[in-house]
């Protein structure tokens, strides 16, 4: 089997215990080839755990720029012996696997189409260090000394990363660097260096930041206004929460007063979390919580109250694989019908599909203008593949004109000048009602919120013709949200075609690289990603546009598919399901076998029956 | 019609307070409760305290949960902002809402089943986090709305209407906000308006979690004879450790009173409250000593009532927060939006 020979274009996979330290050494040999101008794609793939149970991270190196996961092991760093049968299936033919040769293993261990590249790690950490903690962390580092040899990776880039990260505290930065070398001088003196695969500068990575969707979405609350973030911690989603009370401290501190202008809650469980929220909302601050899945069922009888009250809210819903516990650390977006139908009754919610860590922060940011504006909650969904991995992505942008769109907020002085306020009355025929925040006007503009029924001046009313009114108007103000929310994305092929691909959120990155694929092959697909629902009525002239139209998701039952159909009332047929839901972020390769197969067998004539 | 206005009158003997206005003012819709329910009684004493205390009626936020005492919000401050949420969850609204604008009064009613249920654990979590507000639990052992079914203040062996007896121990809402570290903690009675009024007073002038448990018989379902929770039971084993009057700072004391009897306590806008003291042995500043009080007497089968305790300076969630002064939901862009420097920085930062 010969070897495999990659430039800027392979899959490097690194097997570890967790909690052993070994996710920064990971990080910084993401960083590195980044740093050399080649995108490279990171994916924590982690157990529900905190430590001793296996771990990896995946990194997709590609000068192309594709940064959905590919599928598939170019180089295994192989580091822990629980998972060493599985990750050793794992290699491509003609890939690499690179392991701690301390204790030798049995021939029976190892395969014969790859090329094997052993390292005594712990010897060389036992000679070297004393605590049984440096040698376990300094191990971590030596391996990344010893890839930059193997895969010609610039030291240099390594060491002023690690010299970014221990600035001002040398006495971490010193042994750090020695590990490095230390790695690299042993698999330059012992090793063919480098192999097959390897690291070439290039200049892809431009002004492009490398950040998670938690932390940008935490950004996007900061520039959003929001001064007030209940939450209860819950994987995916703490980073989230956790980023916000990070950047808050150094970015929304009074300067004269060293005082705060937030508030951040670690509420008793998601249903307070979602209380304060509403509370804060409903007295004119701009709140929201971060959740996932199971926090979102916890939540759903004040998002109907929210709903029916029309109080806004933000709910960051970081999604991760379901139903129940289910796969609490891999992603899926399988929330997508729980969230636009959260609560009892006849509810419909906002909800925004980012596809990267910079739309987390864009549409984050538009989320509290557009629950203001409508007033309703606004679902931001995101999922864990972009909320917990850090993305490639365009730097995030302020349009520093913008102001914040508070919505239709009556004053005591409009109230004063004899506007007629009531709560629930279409005044301007868009279904948007005006609101008052308590303690406007001694008089004038109180009113009672509840989630009973109530007529347009906010009055107790069980009439059925009241309630009626109420939830015609609001549809009405639904049909509003639709003009309000982002536009979908629209990509013609090349070709006119008569197959059009709908997709959404984080599936975009392996989407943008089957639809190459697809292309390569001579297959055309004009492809529109689904940004917000309500659907803009785009989705549906780009459906009516298309004689078939697949629907590619991160779930069982096609819940976006679903809710097209439901919506737009599609004929079901017109649309078919591409899914992927094992808990992996789906790949170009899955998306465009999946679509060239069945474009294949819709164009196959059939043959004649032949007798049994 | 579900919906009653009061018809406004002018009453030109009414009293006016120091803002100019009437009792009538500090008013609601008519009840629709039953006839004698003792949640009326506690919305009476809650329009009585306010325009007392001469607070703009605009500059209170009423919130509740759900349940017949939760519905009392819509018969007193008519002027005021409403928030009727969801069961058990009041805590948390007004948690939010109290974090958006530190400027209002956020004045909680809730009831047994309301906040000793389902509420149980956000009532715990909003003392414990001092958040600056009056809450009151209108008490009386039973589910009224859904007929008559026990609640979790019931005491154990008392009697239902139907003649079922309580057989499970009872929450005590009072023994946990004083363990919880609520910072003002009172007992009353719904028949006792004169004790009532004083200890709502005290709850709206004190700047942190204040709790007041009310007992309030329900005459529908739990005002028989067995109930431990009827007017005539509560009656007869009130025990009332103290009483409140309210100073203003520039009236002089007259009345006499025997050493060690009074003590006065001046709140953060200059009214003083006086505490007369009705039993030598009970000091309502030392939170364990009124916990070893309120246990011995409950098994001696009393219902004591009064300031159970009082922090004379509390701390509430803001000043742990460490929030700006300006009410959150006033800050603008300018304050919030960080500047364009700033933005470079965060970029910077991720390359």
């Keep these: 089997m010969k070897p495999i020979e990659a430039v800027n274009d392979f899959v490097v996979k690194f097997a570890n215990v967790n909690g052993s330290g070994s996710a920064s050494a990971n990080t910084l040999f993401a960083r590195s080839v980044q740093r050399m101008g080649v995108p490279v794609s990171p994916r924590n793939i982690f157990p529900s755990n905190i430590q001793g149970l296996p771990t990896w991270y995946e990194v997709r190196v590609s000068e192309a720029g594709w940064l959905g996961r590919r599928g598939g092991v170019d180089l295994m760093v192989a580091m822990n012996p629980q998972t060493w049968d599985q990750d050793l299936q794992e290699i491509e033919p003609g890939g690499y696997l690179f392991y701690d040769s301390t204790k030798p ?22 000679e070297t260090y004393v605590d049984a903690r440096e040698r376990q962390l300094f191990k971590n580092i030596i391996y990344v000394g010893a890839l930059s040899a193997l895969l010609d990776i610039d030291p240099n880039e390594i060491a002023q990363l690690i010299g970014e990260q221990y600035k001002g505290k040398e006495k971490l930065l010193k042994p750090n660097i020695h590990a490095l070398q230390l790695g690299r ?3 330059l003196a012992r090793i063919a260096c480098p192999i097959g695969l390897r690291v070439r500068r290039a200049d892809r990575v431009g002004e492009r930041i490398f950040i998670d969707g938690n932390s940008a979405a935490a ?12 939450w209860y911690p819950l994987t995916p989603s703490t980073s989230l929460a956790e980023a916000f009370a990070r950047h808050c401290r150094r970015l929304r501190v009074d300067p004269d007063t060293g005082a705060n202008r937030y508030a951040i809650v670690q509420a008793e469980d998601e249903l307070a979390s979602i209380g304060i929220v509403i509370g804060a909302a409903w007295n004119g601050a701009r709140a929201f919580t971060a959740t996932s899945g199971p926090g979102v069922s916890l939540m759903t009888e004040f998002l109907g109250l929210a709903y029916f009250a029309e109080i806004p809210a933000v709910i960051f819903n970081v999604q991760r694989g379901g139903p129940s516990t289910g796969l609490p650390t891999r992603t899926q977006q399988a929330d997508v019908l729980a969230c636009a139908y959260a609560s009892h009754g006849d509810t419909k919610h906002v909800l925004l599909f980012p596809e990267d860590p910079r739309e987390c922060f864009d549409l984050g940011a538009a989320a509290f203008d557009l629950a203001d504006r409508l007033p309703t909650p606004v679902f931001v969904m995101m ?14 942008a302020w349009d520093y004109s913008r102001r914040m769109d508070r919505g239709k907020v009556m004053t005591a002085e409009m109230l004063e000048a004899g506007r007629e306020f009531g709560r629930y009355l279409d005044a301007d025929g868009d279904g948007i009602p005006y609101r008052t925040y308590p303690g406007t006007h001694p008089l004038r503009g109180a009113y009672f919120t509840r989630g009973t029924t109530k007529d347009r001046y906010a009055r107790y009313s069980e009439d059925g013709p009241v309630y009626v009114d109420n939830m015609e108007r609001l549809l009405a103000k639904f049909a509003t949200a639709k003009r309000l929310v982002p536009k979908p994305v629209l990509r013609r092929c090349a070709k006119p075609t008569r197959s059009g691909v709908i997709y959404y959120g984080s599936t975009a990155a392996a989407m943008a690289e089957a639809l190459a694929a697809l292309e390569g092959q001579g297959i055309h697909v004009d492809a529109m990603r689904v940004r917000a629902f309500p659907f803009a009525d785009e989705v549906a002239d780009f459906i009516a546009g298309h004689e078939a139209v697949f629907v590619v998701e991160q779930n069982r039952d096609a819940q976006l598919r679903t809710l097209l159909v439901n919506e737009l009332a599609i004929d079901p ?3 078919q399901p591409v899914l992927h839901y094992d808990g992996t972020p789906i790949t170009a390769r899955f998306i465009a076998g999946r679509i060239a197969a069945r474009l294949a067998l819709a164009n196959v004539k059939p043959l004649k029956k032949v007798g049994p | 019609m579900t919906y009653l206005a009061k018809p406004q009158l002018h009453y030109p003997a009414l009293p006016v307070n120091r803002l100019g206005y009437t009792r009538r003012d500090y008013e609601g819709s008519v009840s629709t409760l039953c006839a004698g329910c003792g949640h009326d009684s506690i919305s009476a004493a809650i329009v009585q305290a306010c325009f007392e205390l001469d607070i703009e009626p605009h500059k209170v936020a009423k919130l509740s949960g759900i349940g017949c005492s939760s519905k009392t919000p819509t018969y007193f401050l008519g002027n005021s902002h409403g928030f009727n949420s969801v069961h058990g969850r009041m805590p948390s609204v007004a948690t939010g809402a109290a974090l958006a604008n ?17 509420g149980l654990g956000q009532f715990a979590h909003c003392m414990r986090r001092a958040v600056n507000m009056v809450y009151i639990v209108e008490n009386n052992g039973v589910y009224g709305l859904t007929k008559g079914q026990f609640s979790a203040t019931a005491d154990k062996g008392s009697k239902s209407k139907r003649g079922a007896v309580n057989a499970d121990a009872p929450i005590d809402m009072v023994m ?3 363990q919880l570290g609520a910072t003002f903690v009172a007992r009353g009675f719904s028949g006792d308006k004169t004790q009532l009024v004083p200890l ?8 942190g979690a204040a709790f007041i448990d009310v007992i309030s018989p329900c005459v529908a379902f739990n005002n028989h004879p067995g109930s431990t929770k009827s007017y005539d039971y509560v009656r007869e084993h009130n025990e009332a450790v103290n009483r409140l009057d309210f100073v203003s700072p520039r009236k002089e004391i007259t009345a006499e009173y025997a050493p060690g009897t009074v003590e006065e306590v001046v709140q953060h806008d200059g009214v003083a409250i006086r505490l007369r003291k009705l039993h030598s042995d009970f000091d309502a500043h030392n939170r364990i000593a009124a916990m070893n009080y309120l246990q011995e007497r409950a098994a001696a089968g009393e219902i004591v009532t009064g300031l159970l305790f009082e922090e004379p300076h509390p701390e509430d969630l803001h000043a742990r927060l460490n929030t700006v002064e300006v009410p959150l939901n006033r800050l603008g862009d300018g304050e919030l939006v960080p500047g364009p420097e700033a933005l470079e920085r965060v970029n910077d930062a991720y390359r």
Excluded: Q
Aim: with cysteine.
């Design chain 1, 219 to 230: 950004l996007g609350a900061v520039w959003g206004g929001a001064t007030v973030c209940a």
């Design chain 1, 185 to 187: 001088a042993h698999a």
């Design chain 2, 102 to 118: 530190r400027e209002l009064i956020y004045l909680g009613v809730s009831g047994d089943g309301d906040s000793a249920s389902i």
């Design chain 1, 573 to 575: 047929a017109k649309l």
């Design chain 1, 383 to 396: 999922d864990l593949d972009i909320g917990m991995n850090e993305v490639l992505c365009e730097p995030l």
């Design chain 1, 105 to 126: 293993l049995p021939k029976s261990k190892f395969r014969d189409d790859i090329t094997v590249i052993g390292m005594p790690l712990t010897e060389i950490c036992n």
């Design chain 2, 200 to 207: 709502v007073k005290g709850a709206l002038l004190h700047r």
């Design chain 2, 176 to 178: 946990l906000a004083l």
